[in-house]
């Protein structure tokens, strides 16, 4: 299904095990895919950064940053496994099968990341890439797009109000560079205590980069 052929299976089936598939047994959770998926992570990390290292010679660290948070999300890794249905293949048990577990984004892109890091394993750093370019990287310009508009605003004004903290406030704490091309330093605060701080070209930009730096703090969203 990914056009690769593993020569040690047993990588696989570890990368495929949710410790959920374990209790009620005597199996370590050591074989499930959590190691697998730590490693994955690093490696994803660093094919990603890599790639954009090279395509974007002059974008600052900054962008490539913002970019590569983008990449590796755990919205973006598990819509990767959705469309890979990768949650067919994965070893669960009766009861988090029941509750949705081969849909679930955390446990897609957690099975995403351990995969990578099994490839790794059996194949080294250049068939990992392969399966990172292939397919993650190929769809990051529509990736990308989308994150453009997401409005990070906006879900941190109905978590703050659905929590009663009241509206996020914004402050400018920085402004760099010539009126032509100036750097923007805001951050937003929540209930009376700052959450975020984000740096963009523009008030704007910088304010929804700023939320989104609360919503992963908050444990809203991810990367």
Same mark, same amino acid.
């Given at each position: @299904?990914?056009?690769?052929? &593993?020569?040690?299976?047993?990588?696989?089936?570890?990368?495929?095990?949710?410790? #959920?598939? +374990?209790?009620?047994?005597?199996? #370590?959770?050591?074989?499930?895919?959590?190691?697998?998926?730590?490693? %994955?992570?690093?490696?994803?990390?660093?094919?990603?950064?890599?790639?954009? &290292?090279?395509? &974007?010679?002059?974008?600052?660290?900054?962008? +490539?940053?913002?970019?590569?948070?983008?990449?590796?999300?755990?919205?973006?890794?598990?819509?990767?496994?959705?469309?890979?249905?990768?949650?067919?293949?994965?070893? @669960?048990?009766?009861?988090?099968?029941? #509750?949705?577990?081969?849909?679930?984004? #955390?446990?897609?892109?957690?099975?995403?990341?351990? *995969?990578? $890091?099994?490839?790794? *394993?059996? %194949? $080294?750093? %250049?068939?990992?890439?392969? &399966?990172?370019?292939?397919?993650?990287?190929?769809?990051?310009?529509?990736? *990308?797009s989308e994150e453009l508009y997401r409005n990070y605003k906006s879900e941190l004004l109905e978590y703050a109000q659905a929590r009663g903290w009241g509206n996020p406030v914004y402050s400018v704490?920085?402004?760099? !560079?010539?009126?032509?091309?100036?750097?923007?330093?805001?951050?937003?605060?929540?209930?009376?205590?700052?959450? $975020?701080? $984000?740096? !963009?070209?523009?008030?704007?930009?910088?304010?929804?980069?700023?939320?989104?730096?609360?919503?992963?703090?908050? %444990?809203?969203?991810?990367?």
């Amino acid at each position: @299904m990914i056009g690769y052929r &593993f020569r040690n299976r047993e990588l696989l089936e570890q990368a495929l095990t949710h410790r #959920s598939s +374990l209790s009620g047994t005597r199996r #370590s959770r050591l074989v499930s895919n959590e190691r697998l998926e730590l490693l %994955g992570d690093a490696v994803l990390g660093l094919a990603v950064t890599e790639f954009l &290292f090279k395509r &974007f010679p002059r974008k600052p660290e900054g962008e +490539l940053t913002n970019m590569k948070s983008v990449v590796v999300s755990r919205r973006i890794l598990s819509r990767v496994a959705r469309d890979l249905h990768l949650g067919d293949y994965i070893l @669960m048990s009766t009861a988090e099968e029941r #509750s949705g577990g081969r849909q679930r984004p #955390s446990i897609l892109a957690d099975t995403l990341e351990a *995969l990578v $890091g099994a490839l790794y *394993l059996d %194949g $080294g750093f %250049g068939e990992a890439m392969r &399966f990172v370019r292939r397919f993650v990287l190929a769809q990051m310009n529509e990736f *990308l797009s989308e994150e453009l508009y997401r409005n990070y605003k906006s879900e941190l004004l109905e978590y703050a109000q659905a929590r009663g903290w009241g509206n996020p406030v914004y402050s400018v704490l920085k402004e760099e !560079g010539p009126d032509h091309d100036k750097t923007f330093t805001i951050q937003v605060s929540v209930a009376e205590k700052a959450r $975020g701080v $984000g740096k !963009g070209p523009t008030k704007k930009r910088a304010e929804q980069l700023a939320a989104r730096e609360a919503l992963k703090q908050l %444990g809203v969203v991810r990367n």
